[in-house]
């Protein structure tokens, strides 16, 4: 199984400053056959499902405010807020989708300082 | 529009059975691998199980396996977790998805609890 550790488990950043989060995959989730990263990002509020916030490492779902952006490749990978709003308050996770079984970050919650 | 719709959980006895139904639309869902996922309360989203488009080779998670059945009816657009035999630890909202459009597909979820 691929494991799927974030760093860190949580982090306080003041309003319009910048939050990163990384996650680092035990093997690479890079395919060769299509060039592309087979990692997600999502942002969790409570009582909601997981929000799809970026995807193929990088791409940022349709409507996700371009503050939000994904880099990496391989096995190491960041989502970065470059401006802290009040509603980005929520708990983020990485998720790969290159191999069963799936496997999730075990979150970073980000609060506001 | 574009959207997965779960629906079947609630309340059950340890040892009973439940059957998770998930509803999709907007989307040529017989082409397209899904999965199912769970979030215990409080926890983080775990995988439980995957089937194919001909619904052929499905897999699941250790925790699950012989006692959940994932299922597919591609005429209705229908994906189906027949769970038998739960657990207090099955206990979780559980989420369908689909990554064949690009961007991962999840639905709103849908609550089991396993309680005497």
């Known amino acids: 199984d691929i494991v799927m550790t974030q760093s860190p488990d949580s982090l306080a950043v003041s309003l319009g400053e910048r939050a990163t989060i990384n996650c680092k995959s035990s093997q690479s989730v890079l395919k060769s056959s299509d060039n592309k990263n087979y990692l997600a990002w999502y942002q969790q509020k409570p009582r909601q499902p997981p929000k799809v916030l970026i995807y193929w490492a990088s791409t940022r779902e349709s409507g996700v405010p371009d503050r939000f952006s994904g880099s990496g490749s391989g096995t190491d990978f960041t989502l970065t807020i470059s401006s802290l709003q009040a509603e980005d308050v929520a708990v983020y996770y990485c998720?790969?989708?290159?191999?069963?079984?799936?496997?999730f970050g075990q979150g970073t919650k980000v609060e506001i300082k | 529009e574009v959207q997965l719709v779960e629906s079947g959980g609630g309340l059950v006895q340890p040892g009973g059975s439940l059957r998770l139904s998930c509803a999709a639309s907007g989307f040529t869902f017989s082409t397209c691998i899904m999965h199912w996922v769970r979030q215990a309360p409080g926890k983080g989203l775990v995988w439980v199980s995957r089937?194919?488009?001909?619904?052929?080779?499905?897999m699941y998670a250790d925790s699950v396996k012989g006692r959940f059945t994932i299922s597919r009816d591609n005429a209705k657009n229908m994906l189906s977790l027949q769970m038998n035999s739960l657990r207090a630890e099955d206990t979780a909202v559980y989420y369908c998805?689909?990554?064949?459009?690009?961007?991962?597909?999840w639905g709103q979820g849908t609550l089991v609890t396993v309680s005497s």
């Open positions: 998720q790969h989708y290159y191999s069963i079984p799936l496997t």
């Open positions: 089937i194919h488009p001909d619904g052929n080779t499905p």
């Open positions: 998805i689909s990554y064949c459009l690009g961007a991962p597909l």
